[in-house]
C-alpha cells in the first residue's frame, strides 16, 4: 500500500512549550512550521524557531490565540495544509475544527463530531457505558428537576456530586453531602455552569470520596487501527491542575492495567474515533469508572513518550495525514517509569504568579532528563497566558530511580529573575506519601496546608 507523504507545512495554533514540542516533531518530519503569535510573543522561542510566523492579534487570547478568523487567514496566507492546536485554546472548540476542515484544512486531533460529543460529559458517559467502559454511577442523562435529582441521589445513595454537562476540569461541581443540601447546590451549580459555559444542564453522580485520577491514552487511525499506550496517573493535583503524572501508575496491578486499555480500546473501535485521546478514569478501591474524555494531546504526554518510545505528535501528523499507524497493540511495551513536573511561574508557598524577565537559566540534563519548555535567559514571561513556563520530565528503570533522577535534575535547575514552583516540587518528591506512591486527589491540597 502507498500513502500520501505526510503534510507539506503544518500551522501550529499555540505558544510556549508546546508550540515548540509541536516544531520540533514537524522539522524531525521534514515538515515546514508555521508560528502564530500575538503581540505580546513576538520574542517567544517558537517563533524564533519556527519556518516562518504570522502575527494574529493583541495580548488578550480572546483576540490572539483564540481568534479562529485570524489563525484561518494566517493558514490560508501561508498555505498550510494543516493545523494542530496543541493543548487548551482552540485545541476542543468542535467548531473550530469544522472552519479548519471547511477550508480545506487538516485538523490535527479528531474529527469535529468526535470532538462536540466528549464536549458534552452526558452524552461522553452514555456512550462510553453502551461501549463496555465502566462508569460511575448517577443520573443515566441530565436533571431536569430537583424531584429527579432527589430520587437519583436516593437510589445511588449520598454523598453526591453535581456536575455541569458543559463542564469538565472541575468547573461548577457541588458534592451534596445530604438531601437538604439539594436544593442549594443545583442552584449554584446551574448558576456558575450558566456563567461559565452558557450552559446550565447538570447532572449527578456518586461522590467518591478519595479517588485517583488514572487515564489511559489512545491512538486511532483513519483505517480502524486503535492502541492503546498505558496509563498516567494524574492524581497530584492542586485546584484542578495537575502537578506531577507519572506512568504507570503506582497503583495498577499488571491485570488491571490490561484490562482499563482493552476497554478504551474497543470503545475507540466502536464509535470510530480518530487520533489521539485520552480517557479520563477515577479509581478507587480496585475499581475504575470512567468520568471524561480528552479530545487533544496532553500536557502530560511526554510520561507515556517516555515509557513506550513513541512520538505522539510525529503520530498525530502522520495518521492525520491518512498514514497507517503500521503497528499493532502487540508491538507496544511499557519500559520504565517517568515523572513530570510541571513548573509554573509562582510563589511556591502563596501561588501568586510571578511573571518577569528571566535572568540566568540552565535547564538540567544527563541521561533520562527531558525539557519541554519555551525559555531562555533574558526572555520576559507575559502576564496574560497559563503560568506553567516547563515541564521536566524524567525517565528511569523503575521508579524511585526515576525518582531520585527527578530530583536530582531538580536541584540542577536554575531559573533566575521569577518566583517558581521548582522548591515545590523539591518538597513533595521527598515526602513519604509520594514515595510511598500512596496519594489521592486530595493529598496534594492537604500536603501545601501542612497536613501531611
Ligand atoms: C469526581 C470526583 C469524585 N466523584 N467525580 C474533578 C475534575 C473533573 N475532571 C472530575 N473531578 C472529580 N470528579 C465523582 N463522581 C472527584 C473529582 C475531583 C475532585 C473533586 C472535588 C475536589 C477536588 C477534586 C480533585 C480532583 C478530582
Known amino acids: 500500500m502507498s500513502h500520501p507523504p505526510v503534510f507539506h507545512k503544518v500551522l501550529i495554533a499555540n505558544r510556549g512549550e508546546i508550540a515548540l514540542r509541536i516544531l520540533r516533531a514537524c522539522r524531525e518530519m521534514g515538515v515546514l512550521s508555521v508560528a502564530v503569535h500575538s503581540t505580546a510573543d513576538a520574542n517567544a522561542m517558537h517563533v524564533r524557531l519556527a519556518d516562518e510566523s504570522i502575527c494574529i492579534g493583541p495580548p488578550a487570547a480572546s483576540e490572539s490565540y483564540l481568534n479562529a478568523a485570524a489563525i484561518l487567514t494566517a493558514a490560508t496566507i501561508c498555505n498550510a495544509e494543516a493545523i494542530h492546536p496543541g493543548y487548551g485554546f482552540l485545541a476542543e472548540n468542535a467548531d473550530f475544527a469544522a472552519m479548519v476542515e471547511e477550508h480545506g484544512i487538516s485538523f490535527i486531533g479528531p474529527a469535529p463530531e468526535h470532538i462536540r460529543l466528549m464536549g458534552d460529559k452526558v452524552a461522553a458517559k452514555r456512550v462510553c457505558r453502551e461501549a463496555g467502559i465502566p462508569v460511575v454511577p448517577g443520573s443515566d442523562g441530565p ?4 424531584d429527579q435529582a432527589r430520587a437519583v441521589a436516593d437510589d445511588i445513595g449520598y454523598p453526591v456530586l ?6 469538565g476540569g472541575g468547573r461548577g461541581m ?3 453531602n445530604e438531601p437538604d443540601e439539594i436544593a442549594n447546590a443545583l442552584s449554584t451549580a446551574r448558576a456558575e455552569a450558566v456563567a461559565a459555559f452558557g450552559n446550565g444542564e447538570l447532572y ?5 470520596a478519595r479517588p485517583r485520577h488514572i487515564e489511559v491514552q489512545i491512538l486511532a487511525d483513519l483505517h480502524g487501527n486503535v492502541v492503546h499506550l498505558g496509563e498516567r496517573d494524574c492524581s497530584v493535583q492542586r485546584r484542578h491542575q495537575k502537578v506531577v503524572e507519572e506512568a504507570p501508575s503506582p497503583a495498577l496491578s499488571p491485570n488491571e492495567r490490561e484490562e482499563i486499555g482493552r476497554v478504551a480500546t474497543t470503545a475507540v473501535k466502536r464509535f470510530g474515533y480518530r487520533n489521539a485521546g485520552t480517557f479520563e478514569f477515577l479509581y478507587e478501591d480496585g475499581k475504575f469508572y470512567f468520568i471524561e474524555m480528552n479530545t487533544r494531546l496532553q500536557v502530560e504526554h511526554p510520561v507515556t513518550e517516555m515509557v513506550c518510545g513513541i512520538d505522539l505528535v510525529r503520530e498525530m501528523l502522520r495518521v492525520a495525514s491518512g498514514a497507517p ?3 499493532g497493540q502487540k508491538d507496544i511495551n511499557i519500559n520504565g517509569h517517568a515523572i513530570e513536573c510541571r513548573i509554573n511561574a509562582e510563589n511556591p ?3 501568586a504568579s510571578s511573571p518577569g524577565r528571566v535572568g540566568d537559566y540552565h535547564a538540567p540534563g544527563g541521561l533520562g532528563v527531558r525539557v519541554d519548555s519555551a525559555l531562555y535567559g533574558g526572555y520576559v514571561v507575559p502576564p496574560y497566558y497559563d503560568s506553567m513556563i516547563a515541564k521536566l520530565i524524567v525517565h528511569g528503570n523503575n521508579r524511585d530511580d526515576c525518582r531520585m533522577r527527578l530530583v536530582r535534575a531538580l536541584r540542577e535547575y536554575v531559573i533566575d529573575g521569577i518566583e517558581t514552583t521548582i522548591p515545590l516540587h523539591q518538597r513533595l518528591l521527598e515526602s513519604p506519601r509520594f514515595i510511598a ?3 489521592d486527589v486530595h493529598w496534594l491540597e492537604k500536603f501545601v496546608r501542612g497536613e501531611n
Open 143 to 146: 436533571v431536569e428537576s430537583e
Open 162 to 167: 453535581v456536575k455541569a454537562t458543559a463542564g
Open 174 to 176: 457541588k458534592v451534596v
Open 204 to 208: 449527578i453522580e456518586k461522590y467518591l
Open 325 to 327: 499507524l503500521g503497528y
Open 349 to 351: 508557598e502563596t501561588f
Open 437 to 439: 506512591g500512596d496519594y
